[in-house]
C-alpha cells in the first residue's frame, strides 16, 4: 500500500511525480534527494541501509532506493511496484512527491499519481534515451493536463558525462514535447546516486551551467489547464443535524457559490435553492473552487452521497454517447461491442466502446486503425451507455471528465478514460414506446417472456436441443422464436468473421435481436457458441436476469471432434479455419448456468424435456 503523505497546506504544496522506464533510477533519484534535504530520520537511514545490498555506493553502503521501497516484493526484485508517497519541506516551498512503478505492468498505477499531481520529473537513461515506456508516461502525464516537466537524463556518470550524448536526448524529447503540448520543458544532466544537480552542482560537468533539479522544484510556476468556470459539487456525505434539515458536504472542484444561488441535482435535474453556507465548517456567504463546504437547499430533493450539483448556467451536459482518450491496463485487450461498467463522475453505468477510432503508436505519434487495445495502449474511442452520465470534457473539468472502466465480471479496473466531448447523434433519438402494454401480451400468450440462451461448443447438441424444445413448448401453445448461430452468420452478421472483437459484435447483435422478440411476448430460444462469459453476462444484462435462462450444454471436446456433424474441427485441425473454438480459440464455461446439461449422460431428447419443464415453469409459475 502507498505510503500516506503528511498533511501538508494545500495551497502551498507542489505535487510531482517521477516517471520512465524501469531501473532508469527513480527511486534513487528521489531517495537521494529527500536525504540531501535532510528529509529522512536517522533511524529510517539506518535501517535502510542495513537492507541494503552489498556494493551499494551510497554513505556506508546506503542504496537510496531502499528509502522508499517499502514493499517486501520490491526489495527482492529491486523494482517499484506501488506508488510510494513522500512530503517534505524546504525553506521556499513544501512538496508531495510520489515514486511511479517503471514496468508496464504496473502503468495504472503510474495513471493514477498522475491525475493528482501539478508538475512531472520524466528520467532517462543516458544509456539508452527514450524507450517506449519513457514516451508512453509523456503521454499519460500530458493526457492527465500535466503542462510542466522536467527532464532528469540520469547515469550521466556511467557516460562520461557526454554533453553530445545529453545534447541528442534533449533533441529526441524535445521533439515528443512539441507533439504532446508541454508548456514549459527543463533538462538536467543527473547522476542520482552521486547526487550531482539534484540539490547541488557539485561534480555537474563545466558545460553545464544551469541550476539544480531542486531549484526547478521551489521556482517552477504551474501551467494550469483551461478550467471552466461551471459549478460542480461531488457531494461526499450527507448529515442530518436535526430532523427537520440536511446538510450536503463535499469539496467545490470547479465554480464558485454564494448563498441564494439556485442549484440542480445532476441525475435528476431538480432545482433548489442554497440557503445556507459553511467554508471549512465556518458561516459563510461564498465558496471558490477548492473549497470543502456543507450546504443547505431549499427543497428536499432525491441527492444522496455521490451525486453532483451543477450550475443552471452552462447546462450540464449530459448524454449516453460520447469520446474518450482511454488507457487500456488489462492483459485481455479492449474490445469494441463488449459490455463494460463505468464508473465516472455521476455514478456507475454499464457501457461499451461502440467504436475504436484509433490506437496511438507512442514511437511516431501516428493515430494507427485498430479492431482492439491491448495492454497498456492509448487510443481514441467512442463508447454507448445504457444510461446518460455527465459528460464534462477532461481538459476543464479534470475532477469530472475522468472516468474507469471495470470488468463486469471480475470487477476488476481495466482501464482509464478522460471525455473529449458528448456524441449529440444521441440527442436526436427518442424511444419509441409500446402500443401493446407487456401486462396485454402476458394475457394474450398466456405466458410471461423468457429468453433462453443455450451455449456450448460446436458440435455440442446445441440446436438440435434447442428445435426439440421449441417443437415442445410450440405444442403447448407457447409463442416461441429461434435465433440460431449459423442461421445469424448468413444474414444479420454475415459482415463478421471469427475473431475475438467479431464473436463479440455477434452476440450484441443477437441479444439486441433477441431483446426485441423478448418485447413482443415471445419465449426466444437461442443458440449459439458464445465462447466468451463477459459477452453472454452481457446478454443476460441486456434482457434482465429475471427473464434470461442460461444453459451451459456440456459436451467433451473430444466428442464434439468425434462428431463433427459439419467437418469443421476436421478442417480446423489442418489449420484451415483459424480461431476455430475449442482448437485456435477458448472456450468458457458459464460458471453458474440456469441449467448444465451433460449430453454425454442422456439423449437429446431427455435433456429438452427438462429445459422444457423448466421453462414451462417460469413463464407460467
Known amino acids: 500500500m502507498p505510503v500516506s503523505p503528511s498533511p501538508l497546506p494545500a495551497s502551498d504544496r507542489l505535487r510531482f511525480l517521477t516517471c520512465g522506464s524501469v531501473d532508469d533510477g527513480k527511486s534513487t533519484l528521489i531517495g537521494r534527494l529527500l536525504h540531501d534535504c535532510g528529509q529522512v530520520p536517522e533511524d529510517i537511514v539506518e535501517a535502510a541501509r542495513r537492507q541494503s545490498p552489498a556494493g551499494a555506493t551510497g554513505p556506508g553502503g546506503l542504496d537510496f532506493a531502499y528509502l522508499l521501497d517499502g514493499l517486501e516484493a520490491e526489495r527482492q526484485q529491486g523494482i517499484t511496484i506501488d506508488v510510494s508517497y513522500r512530503s517534505f519541506m524546504t525553506p521556499r516551498r513544501a512538496f508531495q512527491v510520489a515514486d511511479c512503478p517503471g514496468h508496464a505492468q504496473y502503468t495504472r498505477n503510474m495513471a493514477t499519481a498522475a491525475s493528482n499531481c501539478d508538475v512531472a520529473i520524466i528520467l532517462i537513461d543516458a544509456r539508452k534515451g527514450l524507450l517506449e515506456q519513457t514516451r508512453r508516461h509523456a503521454t499519460l502525464c500530458a493526457m492527465l493536463g500535466i503542462k510542466d516537466i522536467a527532464v532528469a537524463i540520469n547515469k550521466m556518470d556511467l557516460m562520461a558525462w557526454s554533453q553530445a550524448t545529453f545534447d541528442v536526448i534533449v533533441r529526441d524529447f524535445s521533439s515528443l514535447s512539441d507533439r504532446l503540448g508541454f508548456l514549459s520543458v527543463e533538462a538536467f544532466p543527473t547522476a542520482a546516486t552521486l547526487g550531482v544537480n539534484l540539490v547541488t552542482r557539485q561534480g555537474s560537468p563545466d558545460w553545464y551551467v544551469k541550476g539544480t533539479l531542486l531549484d526547478w522544484l521551489e521556482r517552477v510556476e504551474v501551467s494550469r489547464k483551461a478550467r471552466s468556470q461551471a459549478l460542480r459539487l461531488k457531494v461526499q456525505w450527507v448529515a442530518r443535524p436535526d430532523q427537520d434539515s440536511r446538510l450536503y458536504l463535499g469539496n467545490l472542484s470547479s465554480g464558485s457559490l454564494r448563498v441564494g444561488d439556485t442549484v440542480q441535482v445532476g441525475h435528476s435535474g431538480q432545482l433548489a435553492q442554497v440557503t445556507s453556507l459553511l467554508v471549512a465548517g465556518v458561516p459563510s456567504h461564498a465558496a471558490q473552487a477548492g473549497d470543502p463546504v456543507a450546504i443547505e437547499l431549499s427543497e428536499h430533493v432525491d441527492l444522496t452521497q455521490g451525486d453532483i450539483l451543477c450550475g443552471q448556467t452552462p447546462q450540464p451536459d449530459f448524454a449516453s454517447q460520447f ?87 471480475s470487477n476488476e479496473t481495466l482501464g482509464a478514460g478522460m471525455i473529449r466531448h458528448s ?61 440460431d448461430g449459423d442461421n445469424l452468420r448468413t444474414g444479420l452478421c454475415r459482415d463478421l468473421g471469427f475473431t475475438d472483437a467479431d464473436r463479440v459484435e455477434n452476440i450484441r447483435r443477437t441479444a439486441e435481436a433477441a431483446k426485441l422478440l423478448h418485447q413482443s411476448g415471445l419465449v426466444v430460444l437461442c443458440a449459439l457458441i458464445s465462447p466468451f462469459q463477459r459477452d453472454r453476462e452481457m446478454a443476460k444484462s441486456l434482457i434482465g436476469q429475471a427473464d434470461f435462462l442460461e444453459v451451459f450444454v456440456d459436451t467433451p471436446l473430444e466428442t464434439c471432434i468425434t462428431r463433427d456433424p459439419k467437418g469443421l474441427y476436421k478442417k480446423a485441425l489442418a489449420g484451415e479455419i483459424p480461431n476455430f473454438t475449442g482448437i485456435g480459440s477458448a472456450y468458457e464455461a458459464p460458471l453458474e448456468p440456469g441449467l448444465h446439461l451433460k449430453t454425454n449422460d442422456a439423449s437429446p431428447e431427455a435433456l429438452s424435456a427438462i429445459v422444457t419443464n423448466k421453462v414451462l415453469s417460469q413463464i407460467r409459475g
Open 323 to 409: 469520446a474518450a482518450d482511454l488507457i487500456w491496463f488489462d492483459a485481455t485487450p479492449m474490445t469494441p461491442g463488449r459490455t463494460y461498467i463505468l464508473k465516472g463522475a455521476s455514478g456507475w453505468v454499464t457501457g461499451s466502446i461502440s467504436r475504436l477510432k484509433y490506437r496511438k503508436d507512442l514511437e511516431s505519434d501516428r493515430e494507427n486503425a485498430a479492431s482492439v487495445l491491448g495492454m497498456n495502449e492509448i487510443g481514441l474511442c467512442n463508447l454507448a451507455l445504457s444510461k446518460p452520465m455527465l459528460c464534462d470534457p477532461f481538459a476543464t473539468h479534470p475532477t469530472t471528465g475522468g472516468f474507469i472502466v471495470v470488468d463486469q465480471v
Open 423 to 483: 456524441l449529440r447523434r444521441s440527442a436526436n433519438l427518442t424511444p419509441v414506446a409500446a402500443t401493446i402494454d407487456p401486462s396485454a401480451r402476458v394475457a394474450r400468450f398466456g405466458h410471461r417472456p423468457l429468453v433462453i440462451w443455450l451455449t456450448g461448443l460446436s458440435g455440442s447438441g446445441k440446436s438440435t436441443i434447442a428445435k426439440l424444445v421449441e417443437a415442445s413448448l410450440w405444442a403447448q401453445g407457447v409463442a416461441t422464436s429461434m435465433l
